[in-house]
């Protein structure tokens, strides 16, 4: 995606595609030339799928190329900061764990200068409800004079069908073409630049979704496929035309009340399509559950229309509220299975399962997220399988990935879109068509080591087990039965063994093949195993001998993990970039001058998209010096009164502090027209350092007086009343409050976020501080989106800006302090010596704050606020500022 201004032209918009034996190798290429007469941000920005590793990242500015190379993470992060403190030009990208991950890169560029991107990354391709299913994200966020995919598929066993389905609407019907062989495949799609308008006069362009290939291929051993090439074997496992088992399935639903709105209707909606898909040979259970938990049933009943019938009643009743108790509920759950398996009322040939709905952490009963991990894998004992759907943007994902493999399944994230209801039910789909319910294979030491297995819900049917190891081909011999399956329903033997010259003749002969896929693939199934693996090791040492490993692994395959990082570097090596997975995807992240930004939607759990560091701008902080990063936009008190006002047409911060006394109420925003009051009180540090008392907010208090809600936020709890009304939350605790259709979010000691429909939001973080520390105390920051529909009354020390004044910067001259320029502002009428500094902003980064550099004004915001300070001091929390 290319930030849209018509001064920058997309000339080149490429992707191509080689997939051998469901490995897939990509290339995402975009040329593009900064046709302004001024220097202009370029952004790169594409989407990887998740689970895909990014093996190469190149970039051309002019004729100087820019290079990738895979570090360890700590010496790629030492690299980086030396060349930032050095002033060379520095950025970083961080991936989410969302099913698509953004690469983004921002590059500044001066008049003429042409630039080209190109992203590599490989992916194994996976088996869905009987067919494979390779995604690209084709968003170029503008029109390309030339745009083209370009897909190859190279299967040995050779190919069944090749589909492309109309994914990127009807408007582009019959544009793509396929040309299928015995074993190989080519689809083209090249929409000329008048294909890829929105309509015949339209300057934008209609390209904006997935394009999507599916295929299969052909399947006459029931044993499988079992290539063999360069030394390494791949064994693919996904048999067909098996009757499906019964099976005994627990739905775990989440009623809390962060569930509250569309996300219930759309689960409500799903479970019902969902339940009408059980067969009369199943029986099931529904479980509900908020702060308690509740079952429709206490034990499983089979799936006849009349208790169908009922489950659907019962579901539609519910009305969410409270916590969240997830381990009380899930241990409910494998209750009820293992009971009714001690007592002999499952059937031996059935396959037990429980599906777990949720959208959030759990906020009552137990909260540690490896304990209830623990306690969950102790109670299901490999007996079942743990399925988990996280709806919504503030689900933690990785908590209910890390459950479901440890417990023989999967988790599927879902955004609360419209579509919700059809992704549960293709979730639903994937799993719930049990066709095997043990399965072996015995490979043969003489020939076969480093055996790794892809468990994708090997169990259940429309899915795959591809196994890969490294082979001895001296004693091909002991491979002419090289797997014995068993299932419950039937005996699986392998047949016969590819003739391995027969496949080594064909890989040489076809120039799009990859020669290494084999041993790319092994080494794709080994990492993302040991990666499983890890997050169930029981012990650190053994947990830190699998990081040693995967990191090896890493850098011997030249892949990013959560273990290392690229660096992306000039000839020169004067100016650095670096692409780094975090191993907490929900911590945010810093952009410069050339950044790779994650541009997901609320990347920081519990955070709305407003509050994203990399994608907004901002207002307010302390002062610390360390190198410029780009400015993000919003507007920010933090720290000791320090406000930063981001004024978005001049795109500029500027930042001032208010010195006044502990105990003192200052006016952030005061509208009359919305009845919106915003206002913070200030408590001092515990004693005086430098002769000056340190201020900080102590006590923020909100007032919505069209609905009489109020909200009091302090350092200990954050509290919500409605006339005589009144609802508490902790900062210990992590929930919702909902009134009114006013919500309010906390995520344990770190945010509350208040959303007031779609017109407003407001962010408060907690800052926590060593209890014994003889000067700091604890104390809130508060952050206001300039996108906020204030009235044209709103005033108060954020308020005001609302209403952008005109502001004037010039004569910029060298100050006392080398790296603090100082300059003339002009604006009001006033004339202004401001000062080129840093604040901070610690949305994403609370301990050590990322840098925002800005104008200083002098004399608490003098010349620059309407007034004087003091003229903002109010006596009540809740009070509107007097009409001047």
């Not at 494979?132 to 040995?156: F, N, T």
């Not at 990859?514 to 040492?541: C, G, H, I, S």
């Not at 830190?544 to 090596?573: C, G, W, Y």
């Not at 945010?588 to 920081?604: D, E, F, H, V, Y």
Request: glycine share 6%; net charge neutral; hydrophobic share 35%.
């Amino acid at each position: 995606q290319v930030e849209y201004d018509d001064k920058i032209g997309l000339y080149s918009y490429k992707v191509q595609s080689t997939i051998t034996s469901r490995l897939a190798n990509t290339m995402i290429q975009a040329k593009m030339v900064n046709n302004a007469k001024r220097s202009q941000h370029i952004v790169f920005d594409v989407q990887v799928p998740k689970g895909a590793f990014i093996d190469n990242f190149t970039m051309d500015v002019n004729g100087i190329t820019f290079t990738s190379s895979i570090r360890e993470k700590s010496e790629a992060r030492r690299m980086y900061s030396q060349a930032k403190a050095k002033g060379k030009a520095a950025g970083i990208v961080r991936s989410n764990a969302l099913d698509m991950e953004n690469f983004k890169t921002e590059v500044n560029v001066p008049p003429g200068t042409r630039i080209q991107f190109e992203l590599h990354y490989q992916e194994m391709i996976r088996r869905k409800l009987s067919s494979y299913e390779h995604v690209i994200s084709m968003r170029p966020g503008r029109l390309a004079k030339h745009m083209e995919v370009d897909v190859r598929i190279i299967e040995p066993q050779g190919l069944r069908y090749v589909h492309v389905p109309n994914s990127l609407g009807d408007h582009f019907d019959g544009i793509t073409t396929i040309s299928k062989g015995e074993k190989k495949a080519h689809v083209s799609f090249k929409p000329t630049m008048a294909q890829q308008r929105k309509c015949p006069t339209c300057s934008s362009t209609a390209v904006d979704g997935n394009f999507v290939v599916q295929y299969d291929v052909n399947r006459e051993k029931t044993g499988g496929e079992l290539e063999i090439f360069n030394g390494y074997f791949i064994h693919f496992f996904a048999p067909e035309n098996l009757d499906p088992l019964p099976k005994n399935i627990l739905f775990v639903i989440d009623v809390s009340g962060s569930m509250w709105g569309l996300k219930m209707k759309q689960t409500i909606e799903a479970m019902k399509a969902i339940l009408s898909e059980l067969r009369a040979a199943d029986q099931f259970s529904l479980i509900d559950f908020n702060h308690n938990v509740r079952c429709w049933r206490d034990n499983l009943v089979s799936a006849t229309p009349a208790q169908v019938e009922d489950a659907k009643k019962y579901i539609q009743t519910i009305h969410p509220n409270g916590g969240t108790n997830i381990n009380e509920a899930l241990l409910r759950a494998t209750f009820i299975l293992n009971e009714a398996q001690n007592l002999g009322m499952l059937d031996p040939n059935s396959v037990s399962m429980i599906v777990l709905v949720s959208d959030g952490d759990p906020t009552v009963g137990e909260l540690k997220l490896t304990t209830i991990q623990k306690n969950v894998k102790q109670s299901i004992k490999d007996e079942f399988s743990l399925f988990c759907l996280g709806i919504g943007f503030d689900v933690d994902y990785d908590f209910l990935q890390r459950i479901a493999t440890d417990n023989r399944g999967m988790a599927q994230r879902i955004f609360g879109n419209q579509e919700t209801s059809a992704q549960m039910k293709k979730f639903y789909n994937q799993v719930s068509t049990p066709l095997l319910k043990k399965i072996q294979f015995n490979y043969p030491q003489e020939s076969v080591s480093d055996v790794t297995q892809s468990s994708f819900h090997n169990y259940f049917g429309g899915s795959e087990i591809v196994v890969a190891g490294k082979v001895d081909t001296e004693n091909l011999q002991h491979l002419e039965s090289i797997v014995t399956a068993t299932a419950a329903n039937a005996e699986l033997v392998m047949e016969t063994l590819r003739d391995v010259e027969e496949l080594d003749g064909f890989m040489k002969k076809d120039k799009y093949a990859d020669p290494e896929f084999t041993k790319k693939l092994w080494a794709y199934l080994t990492v993302n195993q040991m990666l499983a693996e890890r997050n169930t090791a029981p012990t650190a040492a053994l947990k830190r001998n699998i990081t040693k490993s995967i990191l090896q692994m890493s850098l011997d395959h030249h892949i990013v993990t959560p273990f290392t990082a690229m660096l992306i570097e000039n000839s020169e090596k004067d100016e650095i970039m670096l692409a780094d997975q975090p191993k907490d995807p929900r911590r945010g992240c810093c952009s410069g001058t050339l950044g790779l930004t994650p541009n997901a939607p609320n990347n920081n759990k519990g955070i709305p998209a407003w509050a994203n560091v990399t994608a907004v701008p901002v207002s307010f902080m302390p002062e610390q010096r360390s190198p410029p990063v780009s400015a993000v936009s919003i507007n920010r008190v933090d720290n000791d009164p320090h406000f930063i006002i981001y004024l978005p047409k001049s795109q500029r911060n500027i930042c001032f502090n208010i010195n006044s006394e502990p105990g003192d109420i200052l006016n952030l925003v005061s509208d009359r027209g919305t009845g919106v009051v915003v206002n913070g009180q200030l408590i001092g540090a515990k004693k005086a350092e430098n002769k000056k008392l340190n201020t900080y907010f102590g006590k923020i208090g909100f007032y919505f007086k069209t609905k009489g809600l109020k909200v009091e936020i302090n350092t200990e709890t954050i509290t919500l009343k409605d006339g005589s009304y009144s609802i508490a939350l902790t900062w210990s605790d992590t929930g919702h409050i909902i009134r009114k259709q006013l919500l309010i979010s906390v995520k344990k000691e770190s945010n509350v976020t208040i959303t007031v429909g779609e017109e407003m939001s407001f962010m408060v973080l907690l800052h926590r501080v060593w209890k014994n520390h003889p000067v700091n105390v604890d104390f809130l920051g508060i952050y206001i989106p300039p996108e906020n529909q204030l009235s044209p009354e709103a005033h108060g020390l954020i308020g005001q800006f609302a209403s952008e004044p005109e502001v004037y910067i010039h004569h910029q001259r060298p100050g006392q302090i080398p790296e603090k320029p100082q300059a003339t502002m002009e604006v009001k009428g006033n004339k202004l010596t401001v000062t080129r500094g840093l604040q901070k902003d610690y949305r994403t980064d609370r301990v050590f704050g990322t840098n925002v550099q800005c104008w200083f004004v002098h004399n608490s915001g003098k010349g620059f606020i309407d007034g004087h300070y003091k003229d903002y001091l109010v006596p009540h929390l809740y009070s509107f500022l007097k009409k001047p």
